[in-house]
């Protein structure tokens, strides 16, 4: 079995493909319906206002792996 995802619309119990996709003339499917978001949400702040939460979460101890050379101790082995 093989799947394919493809966006959708769903308008009074009929399903119309978004963009240039196009449906089979025949095949079963599962559905899964995504609630709308609000906008509202996404316009509360900036970016950096709704992540300021996280900073300092590494406490400067080695966020990065490339900063702690000793996870590379044995790379390859």
Excluded: C, Q, W
């Excluded at 009929?14 to 609000?38: D, F, M, N, Q």
Aim: charged share 20%.
């Amino acid at each position: 079995m093989s799947y394919k995802t493809l966006e959708v619309e769903l308008e009074n119990g009929h399903v119309h493909p978004s963009g240039s996709e196009t449906l089979p003339a025949k095949a079963h499917a599962l559905l899964t319906i995504l609630t709308a978001t609000v906008k509202a949400e996404a316009a509360n702040g900036t970016l950096a206002d709704r992540v300021a939460s996280l900073a300092g979460i590494g406490r400067g101890e080695h966020a990065d792996l490339s900063t702690n050379k000793a996870h590379l101790n044995d790379f390859g082995r």
